[in-house]
């Protein structure tokens, strides 16, 4: 006689993902955790569609007469890879997705200020990807990310205005974040969640979200303006019309110079909880973590001037920026030092999110110091336009910001799915990111050095054995980020479920509320009553790792 | 959070300053004032500009933190000018020869 068992089925508790069911409760759902989710998959596709020109990239510079494309279409190649994961993965990926599902949650609020307004947010950024990818599909353009004038706006005979078209209107989705951040901040924060409270991850959003709101109008306007040239051709940047084309650059990167903080403080925040959560300590210094994060975004509007060094730009203009470039360097270190004095004596623990902590500091440390070679003018004029620069913002915005952001979304994943990933799998992946990425933008550093170009379909035959270094690297780095894609997809159906603190980690989200969290997040309104981070204290955290 | 209910007169009084502003600028347009009548120009836009952040945008009833983050917004932008500025006035100027 056969015995069968069945295996008992446990009804889950009512959480943001059981709560509803259908396209119309993720559509129109005001549930901030539900939007950062319709975040997490959208900045996805568009990073598999921004990886894919990188692909056609690195494949024609296997050969330096370019294997597959003409000229003009790697033109369009490099120009769609920037834009693409700069407006559409970049910039929303840490506080859209991570900053959305935590900011509530970690000061203890049942939503954001102004749900609603999240919602449109998001919107905007779809409609805006959709122009984006409307742009590439009927043929694409070809000015660089960088929209440079008069090139944009007299001569290119590509889809300038329905991608700034793009850019504009994802411009306004950020606007919308940091507004909401900011007042949510200010405004909703627990009982006995003082400013000094805040977890480090709060703070640095708060600083984002300042650089977003003051700075995203400036360059909406600087497209309005690109726009109003094209299409009517007012003479504010092209010479031929009595307009100035450095005036272009001065507000490009009066926006695009912070924009680059906007991409890199919330990673920073993500690494200020991986590196004392993995480090059962207390953060070392909070109070000069927290405003390094205010400085970097006030230091950060002080310097775009190194843009322009070589553009026709005053000299004595140019000694001033570059000077107020190095200081951006003192409140960056600080956060390095404080999370490496944290570590010291710390009781570390190598899981998956603190292998992406340490790549981080790593990677983020030689794309921050590479940028003091930049701010010094007399080595910019050397390394200008070439593929020195391309190295030093892969490390910050790639090594840093993307690796901040696996780092954070696999700490977060527990919270957010209720359910664990395989650790193993994780781990090798990490590494392998690690490995492709440095063997991609390493060689780049030499390469630009050197004195190869960057935006260019060929190059000296001298350069090959480098190129065909740096595409290798790329087709390893495609693998890493593959393999976390794969594994996360099943874990977040079949992965073992998550306890509500795996990590044995301190903060409200891991402590008042449960995995996968409510929809209003807390079944009763938390009282802080202990500072962040307060691993001293923490129960248990002794025992199982002590 | 309490909101101040501002008479609809107020309104209509500082619409009627702002048209009036509007012919005032007009008509110092027709003066030959040279490089005053820009000065003039832009101090009665700024003037209008305050008329309806104060009244129409309410920061005369709001709390300071909210009056911190407009004046904020103006230092942005000053720092936007003062920046592109220093680099145009400074274009000119010749590099000091060698004092060494």
Known sequence: MNITFEQPKIKESPNYLNIRYGWRSWLLTTDHKRIALLYLFSITAFFMIGGAFAVGMRLNLTSPNGLLFSPETYNKLFTMHGIIMIFFFLIPSIPAVLGNFLIPLMIGARDLAFPRINLLSWYLYIIGGIVAVAAVASGGVDTGWTFYAPFSTTYSNTHVIMTAVAVFVAGFSSILTGLNFIVTIHKMRAPGMTWFRLPLFVWSHYATSIIQVLGTPVVAITIVLLGLERLFHAGIFDPKLGGDPILFQHLFWFYSHPAVYIMILPGMGVISELVTCFSHKTVFGYGFVAFSSVAIAVLSFLVWGHHLFVSGQSMYAGLIFSLLSFMVAVPSAIKVFNWTATMYRGSISYDTPMLYAFGFIGLFTIGGLTGLFLATVAIDVHVTDTYFVVAHFHYTMVGGMVMAYLGGIHFWFPKITGRMYPEGWARFAALVVFVGFNLTFFPQFILGYLGMPRRYATYAPEFQSLNVLSSAGASILGVGYLIPMIYLAWAWNRGPRAPANPWGAKGLEWEKSPSPPPTFNFDEMPVVTENAYNYGAAPGATEAHG | MTHTIVPAKVYVGVWAVLIALT?????????????????????????????????????????SMVRLFVVAGLFWLAIMFVFVLSDYLSRGWQPIGQWW
């Open chain 2, 23 to 63: 012919f005032t600028t007009v008509a110092v347009s027709k003066l030959e004032l040279g490089e005053y009548n820009f000065i003039a120009a832009m101090t009665i836009a700024v003037a209008k500009a305050t008329l309806v952040v104060m009244f129409f945008m309410h920061l005369k009833q709001s709390s």
